[in-house]
């Protein structure tokens, strides 16, 4: 289950954060989310370690922690993509399918011309794109 | 993705900015008009740009971006790619278009308003042709200044045109 995803800017600014989790852990999913930007740094500017291809879009798995497993995806454009997942065994192809529904979602929304680049994210439509996506994603391995 | 834009739509649109922003919002101040138009392109080629990038890899340093931006971003928006690139390895890029599409269906008005001037009738036609066509290229300038800056480049862009409808676009990045 994903229990938090984020878009962060260039300049590591945050620009949608969103947990999908009961439990008032926000601030714990803020934290790992604001944890895993350092991670996302090294991995740019250090790539050899970076997965099979150089400067692909999907950075893979950043970091496991006890409970979550957090993964990164980086655009052209310096946006970072933060995925923060309960679940133990993730296939990779399910999360690039994720991420590249959710880099589409979010080109969507900034597209919108009263979107001001740089600025949090507050469409509503996007909102509901996203937890969408969330909630579809690892169906397709399960079922 | 894949959703087409008529043509010929996008020219009326272009020619109706530039003659609103021109004459009428800004008709005594031409430098606002232009920097008002830039900014539109500039807004435009953000977005442009965060669309056309999406399903490829990173761009590993700024001759690459260009070359994107020369290739496939020309190509989207334009039908065709850029014809020439030079560039002195210092930060500055020529992009040169030899017929560029939003120039290729413009015409002058012939009418001799300067007849009484002393100058050369085909020189005043061909001022007012220059100048004419280079309010309409603040917005392509600005839509590769959006989309370079938002690749990480940022920068200034000019566009050159000494002869019509070739057009050279000139990108000066402070970096590198």
Redesign the interface.
């Known amino acids: 289950m994903i229990v938090c995803v984020a878009v962060v800017g260039h300049q590591n600014n945050p620009l949608y954060i969103q947990s999908f989790t009961e439990a008032d852990d926000a601030l714990k999913l803020h934290h790992i989310v604001h944890c895993s930007l350092d991670v996302v740094d090294e991995r740019v500017n250090n790539p050899r370690k970076s997965g099979p291809t150089l400067n692909d879009t999907f950075l893979g798995l950043l970091y496991p922690t006890e409970n979550y497993k957090v993964y990164g995806y980086l655009t052209n454009t310096k946006v970072k993509f933060i995925l923060v997942t309960t679940d133990l065994d993730v296939r990779d192809a399910d999360v690039r399918n994720f991420f590249r529904r959710f880099h589409s979602a979010y080109v969507d929304a900034v597209s919108n011309p009263f979107h001001v680049p740089g600025k949090k994210i507050t469409s509503r439509t996007f909102a509901e794109r996203v937890s969408t996506i969330v909630k579809s994603f690892g169906l397709s391995s399960a079922g | 993705?894949g959703k087409e834009v008529s043509e010929s739509c996008v020219e009326s649109l272009l020619t109706e900015i530039v003659s609103s922003y021109g004459t009428r919002f800004y008709a005594n101040k031409p430098d606002l008009a232009a920097r008002r138009i830039e900014a539109i392109g500039y807004?435009v080629g953000?977005?442009l740009?965060?669309?056309y990038?999406?399903?490829?890899?990173?761009?590993?340093d700024h001759l690459e971006a260009i070359k994107f931006i020369c290739k496939d971003f020309w190509s989207e928006l334009f039908k065709k790619q850029i014809d020439n690139l030079k560039t002195n390895h210092r930060g500055t890029f020529v992009l040169q278009d030899n017929r560029f599409r939003w120039l290729s269906h413009m015409s002058i008005d012939p009418s001799p308003e300067n007849s009484g001037s002393t100058q050369d009738p085909s020189a005043v036609a061909e001022n007012k042709a220059a100048e004419a066509a280079s309010m309409h290229l603040y917005f392509p300038c600005g839509i590769i200044r959006g989309a370079l800056s938002?690749?990480?480049i940022p920068c200034a862009v000019s566009a050159d045109i000494s002869n019509l409808p070739a057009c050279e676009f000139l990108s000066f990045s402070a970096l590198n």
């Open positions: 993705m807004q953000h977005q740009s965060e669309r990038t999406m399903e490829r890899p990173r761009f590993s938002n690749l990480g």
